[in-house]
């Protein structure tokens, strides 16, 4: 029988900050050139940003905004385990993870009808 | 052998030091965004806040300093574990992505700052 193998909650923070990194990279390079085209006027950067008016676009903003508190709190947890005094993987920086960035999720949706 | 074992060492806690700093500046950036998101934005707008301002300019570039030490350690670790590469391979390559982002990245702190 095949045997059924379970991936502790440190594997899905793992793979969280890793995917949440990873995602954040590739938006970097994206996200400066939007905002360099100010360099050539109000008008090209208006150009870009009226790109970024699709909701499709929107959607990505809002993911990545969600990606960087992922990282961001994620992070924190990984300084704290290696710096900190050893308490274990501790999943409760885990769950703060997620929720805060549930939060700021919701913040930025927030944000952005008013 | 030793060589790269201290490599790694040197990685890892380059590494660390630029999340360290990092985590302030991801703290202040995405306040910053909840704020200035509010109503959408402009390039008026945004320029209206950025252009001039001294400050922000030191703070985005050290931002992008910090991004250029912190990625490419990332994406470096991320393409020997699942992209299979070597070392070698993976540093070539994520050396170029950290200069692409620090010409990029100071270039858009320019744009928006620049009086």
Known sequence: MKSLRVRPLSYTAFLMHRLSGLGLAIFLPLHFFVLAQAIRGESELDRALRLTDSLIVKFAEWGLVVLLTLHLVGGARLLLIEFGPWRGVRSGWITATVITSGVTGFLFLYSLVN | ?115
């Open chain 2, 1 to 115: 052998m030793a060589s790269t074992a201290i490599a790694q060492a040197r990685a890892w806690y380059w590494q660390r030091i630029s999340a360290m700093v990092l985590m302030v500046f991801v703290f202040i950036h995405l306040g910053l965004i909840l704020y200035a998101m509010r109503g959408g934005l402009t390039a008026a707008e945004i320029l209206g806040r950025t252009q001039g301002n001294l400050g922000l300019a030191v703070f985005y570039a050290v931002f992008v300093l910090a991004c250029v030490i912190h990625v490419p350690l990332g994406l470096q670790k991320i393409a020997e574990e699942w992209g299979g590469m070597t070392p070698p391979t993976a540093q070539l390559l994520t050396r170029g992505f950290a200069a692409l982002i620090l010409v990029l990245g100071l270039t858009a702190v320019w744009a928006v700052t620049a009086p």
